[in-house]
Every structure is written in structure tokens, then in C-alpha cells.
């Protein structure tokens, strides 16, 4: 089946720890994003890809990092320095080019102690 | 700043009731408009969405939404709900047509009692 792939489902890390979230996709699409999804404000956009190896920053890339050296492929790293990283993370993908609809995957819930 | 702006955030509903959620977005120029959905423990899927064309769109599962440029809004409707309509739903918007980026609405919850 095609679709995205986000693991894992639930990851629990100490403060302080950098923290790695998968996302793979066989859909062939060209560009992928990695949304925040916190109560009462909708997904915001914290970095996006419209091809292999290149990356832009989102509204909310503070904190965050990404690579995309894969077209299948585009982790997120949440790093030290995001001072909030409690929350549900979104990665989706769109065939690029202009306006599409996104394919989401199931999300990664990362909860930080 | 662009900006998604739903104006419920919590709907309560008997089944059969209809349903109307507003959505407004600020930008000025071209727009691609979406409403998705998410069903509990499931992940974010499109209910509908405008690019152009006629303004009145119609999506999955009985629902339609109508683009009225003047108002800048895009309002998801369903004649009649039932219980599996329980879900949260976001309305998105598309300004920037090179790029498939999104800006979401807060989302609205819906729970449609049996």
C-alpha cells in the first residue's frame, strides 16, 4: 500500500536529549513537510522540502532541524533548543509542482520529562 | 501575515442535525482551499478542496463547502450528521501556488451524539 510512514507512534524523551522522528513515504512525491499539531491551534508548519537535498524553513523552525538526502526520506530532529517539544508531530507529503493535496501520515506523539 | 481563522471550536450535534463550520483565511490574492478531516486515532485525510472552477465543491462522505471570494470564507456544510462524523476538522489554505505549504484553521472538534 502507499502511503507515509511515521515512527514511532509514541516517543518519550528526558530534556536536554536531541530526538530523531522517521518519516518514509513510497508515493513518489516530490516535496514533504513536518507539521506541529498542538490543541486549539491547528498544524503549523515547521519545515518543508521541494526536492532531494534542499529544505526550507516553516513558521516554526526554531529548535528543529531536517535532512533530505533520500526522496523517500525526511527525518526531523528536535533538538535541545526547542524549548516547548511536547507535542503530536504530522509529516505529509504532496507531488509538488503548485498546489496539491497532502497525504498525511498517522503522526508521532513526542512527549519530553 | 496569512492567517486560517475557524470560528468553532467545539460543535455538539444530534445525529440528523445539520451542520454548518465557518472558515475565513486573510490573503488577498489566490487561493487554494481545503477542508480536512480527522477521525479518533486516525490520521488527517481530505474531505474536499477548490482550486477554481465552480464555488461550490463537494466532498467525501455527503459534505460541500462553498468558496465566497467576497467574504474570504470557505464553510464546510452537511445536511445531516451522524455519529461517525465525530471528529476534528481543519479547514487549510494554499496562497502560494509554487509550493504545496499549507496554513491550518485552529480546528474544529465536532461530536455528533447517537
Known amino acids: 500500500d502507499g502511503g507515509i510512514t511515521q515512527s514511532p507512534k509514541y516517543l518519550f524523551r528526558k530534556e536536554g536529549q536531541n530526538v530523531t522522528l522517521s518519516c518514509e513515504q513510497n508515493?513518489?512525491?516530490?516535496?514533504m513537510y513536518w507539521y506541529r499539531q498542538d490543541p486549539g491551534q491547528g498544524l503549523r508548519l515547521i519545515y518543508y522540502?521541494?526536492?532531494?537535498?534542499?529544505?526550507q524553513k516553516g513558521d516554526i523552525a526554531e529548535g528543529y532541524s531536517v535532512s533530505r538526502e533520500k526522496k523517500e526520506s525526511f527525518p526531523l530532529t528536535v533538538t535541545s533548543a526547542q524549548k516547548n517539544p511536547t507535542a503530536f508531530y504530522l509529516c505529509?507529503?504532496?507531488?509538488?509542482?503548485?498546489?496539491?493535496?497532502?497525504?498525511f501520515g498517522q503522526g508521532t506523539r513526542l512527549t519530553v520529562v | 501575515a496569512q492567517s486560517v481563522s475557524q470560528h468553532n471550536h467545539h460543535v455538539i450535534l444530534s445525529e440528523a442535525a445539520s451542520l454548518e463550520l465557518g472558515c475565513n483565511y486573510s490573503?488577498?490574492?489566490?487561493?487554494?482551499l481545503f477542508w480536512y478531516v480527522q477521525y479518533p486515532g486516525q490520521h488527517l485525510q481530505l474531505l474536499l478542496k477548490?482550486?477554481?472552477?465552480?464555488?461550490l465543491v463537494k466532498g467525501i462522505k455527503g459534505f460541500e463547502a462553498e468558496f465566497i471570494k467576497s467574504k474570504f470564507s470557505f464553510n464546510l456544510r452537511k445536511p445531516s450528521v451522524q455519529w461517525s462524523d465525530t471528529a476534528e476538522y481543519f479547514c487549510?489554505?494554499?496562497?502560494?501556488?509554487?509550493?504545496?505549504?499549507?496554513?491550518f484553521g485552529q480546528g474544529t472538534t465536532l461530536q455528533v451524539k447517537p
Open positions: 505529509a507529503s504532496s507531488s509538488g509542482g503548485g498546489p496539491t493535496e497532502a497525504f
Open positions: 508515493l513518489n512525491h516530490d516535496a
Open positions: 522540502s521541494q526536492i532531494v537535498n534542499d529544505f
Open positions: 490573503y488577498g490574492g489566490t487561493v487554494n
Open positions: 477548490y482550486f477554481s472552477g465552480d464555488p
Open positions: 487549510a489554505v494554499n496562497a502560494q501556488s509554487n509550493t504545496g505549504k499549507l496554513i
